[in-house]
């Protein structure tokens, strides 16, 4: 009895040791990012940083260029979170996409000329990204409010990046290009006059949102509540090791001005809990709903769920990093 008694202690402790030898499995989590800008200095902190792998995910970073063909690497199961535009979202509903997260506060889009304009009214070509980016949906908007037809009065052209866009006017092949932060100090840099300047209107907007599949949000929840702590904490990261930042955004964007990288702390202020609101893409609704009125009739709340952050806002966990940081 003895010898029974001590041998299934025995194998209670080794299995005990060999059950803590084995690490926790990471998450593998491919997340699509769509645009060389500076709204994206966060995750491209974060990754650099390795909080995903702190918090026990493992993240691979891909390249796609425009929102829509981001949202179709999702669709497909290529990629299980996306950084994109919420129109695409909004417009997408056969797609089963959800907000969770957030960067961006306002809309910062400016229409940059080429020499010799004083008016956006002179504007016939305006260089974009691609058809459904968030570049597309802000010069339409931009150009609407201005009096101007799109595809109208104003052709818009796919070019790719904002470096493509400024040398589609430099060339003579656009007359104007949309550009955000920091690109926006290369153009001023070359002469380049601001004929729109959508910061200066105070429009609540998030070009930005943390965008998964609802049934793969549902599934893998607890993955996304840690790659929301990594975002969260690399958004602390950016705002209190500048010269760190700096030399990420250097590589991500190719670019090695500082007084260009200085831009993007002057004008993105990222926010400390990245609450998907409806606020920041009332705007996307009410201009798809112009085409789709069956939008406008929709619950807001389908496309978002507001539980990551709210779960992670309230156990303490971001007031915690922000003092540890001391960033506001």
């Known amino acids: 009895m003895n010898i029974a ?32 800008v500076g709204q994206f200095a966060p995750l491209w902190v974060t990754k650099e940083a390795k909080l995903f792998e702190k918090y026990g995910n493992q993240v ?12 179709a690497a999702l669709s497909s199961g290529d990629a299980h979170v996306g950084m994109f535009s919420p129109q695409v979202v909004i417009s997408t509903p056969a797609l089963d996409l959800i907000m969770f997260g957030r960067l961006g506060n306002t809309l910062d889009n400016r229409i940059y000329g080429k020499k010799g304009l004083k008016s956006i009214k002179e504007v016939k070509r305006i260089a974009i990204s691609r058809f459904g980016s968030n570049a597309d949906f802000a010069a339409r908007y931009l150009l609407q409010r201005e009096g101007l037809r799109p595809d109208i009065d104003v052709a818009l052209l796919q070019v790719g990046n904002q470096s493509n866009r400024i040398t589609a006017v430099e060339t003579n092949n656009a007359d104007a290009a949309m550009l955000t932060p920091p690109m926006t100090l ?104 112009k085409k789709d009125p069956k939008v406008l009739k929709e619950n807001p709340d389908r496309f978002v769920d507001m539980s990551l952050v709210k779960e992670l806002d309230a156990s303490g966990f971001v007031d915690k990093l922000t003092q540890e940081y001391k960033v506001k």
Do not use: C
């Open 5 to 36: 008694r001590h041998l299934s202690i025995l194998s209670f402790a080794v299995a005990s040791l060999l059950l803590q030898a084995v690490p926790t499995r990471a998450a593998n989590i491919n997340v699509v990012w769509t645009s060389e």
């Open 60 to 71: 691979q970073l891909i390249f796609i260029q425009g929102a829509s063909s981001a949202a």
């Open 186 to 289: 290369y153009a001023r840099k070359l002469g380049m006059p601001l004929l729109v300047d959508a910061s200066k209107l105070g429009i609540p907007y998030s070009s930005l949102f943390f965008v998964s599949r609802r049934p793969y949000l549902a599934k893998s929840r607890a993955d996304l509540v840690n790659f929301t702590k990594a975002m969260i904490e690399g958004v602390h990261v950016y705002k209190s090791n500048k010269e760190f930042s700096m030399k990420v955004l250097a590589k991500y964007m190719k670019v090695q001005d500082r007084e260009v990288l200085e831009e993007n702390f002057r004008e993105y202020d990222f926010p400390l809990k990245p609450y998907p609101s409806k606020e920041y893409f009332e705007l996307p609704i009410q201009e798809v709903g």
